[in-house]
């Protein structure tokens, strides 16, 4: 069971460059999220997709596009890099169940550490 | 609309000592409250979370945490901190009928030998 897979795991672009961020989940979650991961920051919000088809912005989404291409995947696109933009990328992916909120939880990608030079 | 505060980014304790991080929320809706931790150059590791059942949650590697709705708290504890226990850990927040997680700036575990 892969749970939460990114892709790639490193990268370096130079300013103005443009790149996706791919994440896949195999665990039929309705909601995906992209976190960016910053020191002193903890993980902020980029973006999020409550459901197949939706898409929401979080407390950061200036810079980044999303794609939530179908249930399993959910992309982020940097359209044209910015150093500010180095940061760890994470991809996540929960099932926030009404009926058994006991099953709640949030599951998580290693991340993508993306240096923009 | 759901938010979160970590007192403290770094804690340092001895080993063997007593480890509380502290988590406070606010939360517009029932909230799901949850603990994880990620050691260096890993993802994201669920410790233990709340949903709506017993207020006194354990979790794994012995760590617990206790919903106090009077106090909009769930701090981490563990009895006797332990070298592996080092680590970064984030309380989160959602809620029924929320769909966003939001998490707070995490707090640094440090363990002194």
């Known amino acids: 069971n892969a749970g939460v897979t990114q892709t790639p795991k490193f990268q370096v672009l130079k300013t103005g460059q443009s790149m996706t961020l791919q994440c896949a989940q195999d665990?039929?979650?309705?909601?995906m999220y992209w976190y960016r991961q910053d020191p002193g920051m903890g993980l902020r919000l980029i973006y999020y997709s409550a459901s197949e088809g939706t898409t929401d912005k979080g407390e950061v989404p200036n810079g980044y596009n999303v794609s939530r291409l179908n249930k399993r995947e959910f992309s982020l696109r940097l359209e044209s890099a910015a150093p500010s933009q180095t940061s760890v990328y994470f991809c996540?992916?929960?099932?926030?169940?009404?009926?058994?909120?006991?099953?709640?939880?949030?599951?998580f990608g290693q991340g993508t550490r993306l240096t923009v030079v | 609309a759901q938010s979160v505060t970590q007192l403290g980014s770094h804690v340092s304790v001895s080993e063997g000592a007593l480890v509380l991080l502290r988590c406070n929320y606010s939360s517009s809706v029932p909230p799901y409250l949850f603990w994880y931790v990620q050691y260096p150059n890993q993802g994201l590791q669920l410790l233990l979370k709340y949903t709506s059942a017993a207020t006194l949650v354990k979790g794994i590697n012995g760590f617990e945490a206790e919903f106090k709705k009077s106090e909009t708290s769930f701090h981490l504890t563990k009895p006797s901190a332990h070298m592996s226990d080092a680590a970064e850990y984030f309380c989160?927040?959602?809620?029924?009928?929320?769909?966003?997680?939001?998490f707070g700036q995490g707090t640094r575990l440090t363990i002194n030998p």
């Open positions: 989160a927040v959602t809620g029924r009928g929320a769909q966003k997680l939001v």
């Open positions: 665990m039929n979650h309705n909601s």
């Open positions: 996540a992916s929960s099932e926030v169940r009404g009926s058994y909120p006991e099953n709640t939880e949030a599951f």
